[in-house]
């Protein structure tokens, strides 16, 4: 099983009430395959510039991902970003982008990409993502992550993107934007309605709700006391609902599935904010994950017993 | 095993996207009643003025409320509230309050009041909360909710009448707003540094945390597409929670209590904005509480398989 993800790689800069770093790995495909690697194998499709070293490729070679088709263009420098976050941390402020190599991207699958049986298509113009959705005929599973900049100058190649993959995971703001929708349900409906069957509201600390033909799922964020840096904290948690989706096609999207799909993004998402960058997920060990998967399991499980009619009523 | 709140009672003209109603019951101490009434026998605590009337009374004699204690004033008139809600019916827009006997209001509980149980302090100026808590000493679970109002204007008061409950609801943005402090669970550990055992966000759309010593339970909110009108959501959680509560005293506040009171206040929020006022949870019977019930085990339940270490890595 293999996911293939396309998306930006990246140095970012990025200050918080709680530190700063000038330059370190990031962007959204970087995020996303480094969750995912826990579960499946992983291929990341992207450009990067010369100034992308072997300390860069040692992060993810270190995780497994296959940088195969990492597309290095010589005298062309990386995806720059630069933002901070106000002491609430819940909505990035963009200070400086510099798309360098990724304003003139053109994504190319290897052959061994157009084989993957699963695809992300990370937060990319959605024309792109159309055209490696189209490249990748043969996952059987795709899915796409979209931003407001898109629904506000890209919307029809928004729609016709989401109308060609099978799950949409966005911020559950932009779900409301895309389709003018204050009623989280109705909007999530709706965004079915274009085509996919389930649809992933990102819902930042609230945690994460999906909806699909099956019903409703939900789980709250993790409590995290110090949360240092959100940046990647959307991405991871794709990575580890796609990936371990992806590990698990045998047993089809069935409700089991999705839902432990679900709680692995979250806890994903949850280890990704308590460091900068990918500084937590880098050393993650398989048993943490599953310790806080079972943490998640004790904070939202109760047992039912059923009140009965009062007497005097 | 009695419940008592004190609280206002009230008439609502209340507006939103969906309709609108000129005059109607409502009030937080009503809407907590109502919702209590469900799982334990409710005395409401309140002034009313010559304008209340049969029609009102019948509404908590249906459900069973002892109304001894709402103190009528004759030639004085209900508490009047006038709000409306926006498209996203988030946040409740206030038109015209007019107080009148809820300005004069000196809460005096009746003997058989002071001997309950469990006492809820809905949001009121919190000296009268402090100055109930005294009258009713023999409560061994007491629980306040407030509101930004008064962290404005009577921060020492609440933190005084804080200090003298077991537990906290209130809207997460005020947890915040009273300790300074932007991260929930930091916020919800500064609440109970003063005093509480548990404190419960309500989170609106997204459910509500419980935080205690023995850690953290969460639950999202039930994903309807038609809220009418959400006033009265908060005091309707409150009423399922502390009315299970008070019905299983005998358990102690262990989890399992916990966790299943904090299910039920939900339910009973959830039916609470189906429609106007208190129209659905007059209606609502038994069976729908507990159907709901499992609809929100079986939205947030999910059976773990730990994953393993990939033989690649």
Sequence with gaps: ?????????????????????????????????????????????????????????????????????????????????????????NTARTDETQLNVFGEFEPKLSEDSKRADTLFLANIQPDLQLEVRNQCKA???????????????????LVRAIGAVDLVLMNDAELRMLTDEPNLARAAAAVRALGPRIVVAKQGEYGAALFSEEGFFALPGYPLEDVLDPTGAGDSFAGGFLGY???????????????????????????????????????????????RFAEFKHMTHFEAIPIEVRAAR
Tied chains: 1, 2.
Excluded at 11 to 16: E, H
Excluded at 139 to 157: Q, V
Excluded at 278 to 283: A, C, D, G, I, W
């Design 1 to 89: 099983m293999t996911v293939v993800v396309v998306g930006s790689i990246a140095f970012d800069a990025v200050t918080t009430p709680f530190g700063e770093r000038g330059r370190m790995l990031g962007g959204s495909a970087v995020h996303f395959s480094l969750s995912a690697s826990f579960f499946s194998d992983v291929r990341v499709v992207g450009p990067v510039g010369d100034d992308f070293g072997e300390d860069e490729y040692a992060v993810l070679h270190d995780r497994g991902v296959i940088t195969d088709d990492i597309e290095r263009i010589e005298s062309g420098k990386t995806f720059f970003w630069r933002g901070h976050y106000d002491y609430d941390l």
């Design 139 to 157: 996952a059987r599973l795709a899915g796409l992550d979209s931003m407001n900049l898109w629904i506000d100058t890209a919307r029809d190649s």
């Design 245 to 291: 989706l992806d590990a698990h096609r045998e047993d089809g999207l069935s409700e089991p599935v999705l839902q432990r799909a679900m709680t692995y993004g979250s806890v994903m998402a949850s280890f990704n904010v308590e460091e900068f960058g990918t500084e937590r997920v880098r050393r993650l060990t398989i048993d943490e994950i599953n310790e």
